[in-house]
């Protein structure tokens, strides 16, 4: 079992940034991939990005390129999602994830979600 606690969410003016911060505690860590999906209010939770367990490969949604950054800290057992330039259509709960099928939506765990909230 992992569990995982996003923090770091707020409000922030357009072309802000913020850090995202999941950390997680369990079983072992380091062997996941980790990533980050969002769900904006009446709409489906859309996938944001993604890391491999050893940081060397990320992927990203095409509207984020650019603009967000995942990074990972195994040794403090953490993942980051780096927020530049954000976006009223930024706004969303942004939930951490880890291991499963990340890009297909079928994580093995989830956090319970931050709040990010993007004045225009």
């Known amino acids: 079992q992992v569990q995982l606690v996003e923090s770091g969410g707020g409000l922030v003016q357009a072309g802000g940034s913020l850090r995202l911060s999941c950390a997680a505690s369990?079983?072992?860590?380091?062997?996941?991939?980790m990533g980050w999906f969002r769900q904006a209010p009446g709409k489906e939770r859309e996938f944001v990005g993604a890391i491999s367990w050893s940081g060397g490969t990320t992927y990203y949604l095409d509207s984020v390129k650019g603009r967000f950054t995942i990074s990972r800290d195994n040794a403090k057992r953490t993942v980051y999602l780096q927020m530049n330039s954000l976006k009223p259509e930024d706004t969303a709960v942004y939930y951490c994830?880890?291991?499963?099928?990340?890009?297909?939506?079928?994580?093995?765990?989830w956090g319970q979600g931050t709040q990010v909230t993007v004045s225009s």
């Open positions: 994830a880890a291991g499963g099928d990340l890009a297909g939506g079928s994580p093995f765990y």
């Open positions: 369990g079983r072992t860590f380091s062997g996941y991939s």
